[in-house]
């Protein structure tokens, strides 16, 4: 019980005191968690936590939507925001229709943007 509630307190502190970097980096984790954690319910012809769990990664991507701020972002602003919506009609389509090979091609997408972060975060870090 201790160590759970340590663990929770741990996680909660590295929220409340991430960098605006760190948090993107976070959210893009659950994000490839909770894809990954859907696909596997769609899989097993669980629907109800496949729904739950498409739906979570959806709201993080119209999160990272919602807090682009284009006029800092240049001319790479528009396409970024394209991709995410790109993901989150994947999404959307893949769960409506109950599709794996659409959540499949949906998949590496989120990872890449996953990816392409970090890399951006590790190049930002060192410039400073």
Known sequence: MYAKNAYNQYKQNSV???SK???LLMLLDGAVKFVKI????L?????AKCN??????????????????LSQAGEWGPKLLS???FIIDGLV?????????????V?????????????????SKHMR
Do not use: C, H
């Open 38 to 41: 859907g696909r596997q319910a």
């Open 93 to 105: 389509q893949a769960n409506i229709k109950k599709s794996l090979q659409m959540l499949d091609s």
């Open 52 to 69: 739950q769990n498409l739906k979570k990664t959806q709201d993080i991507f119209y999160e990272l939507m919602a807090t682009l701020d």
């Open 83 to 85: 991709v995410y919506k």
């Open 43 to 47: 899989a097993d012809k669980d629907y």
């Open 16 to 18: 409340n005191f991430a």
């Open 107 to 123: 998949i590496p997408l989120i990872e890449e943007v996953k990816a392409t972060w970090n890399e951006a975060y590790k190049i």
């Open 21 to 23: 970097d760190q948090l």
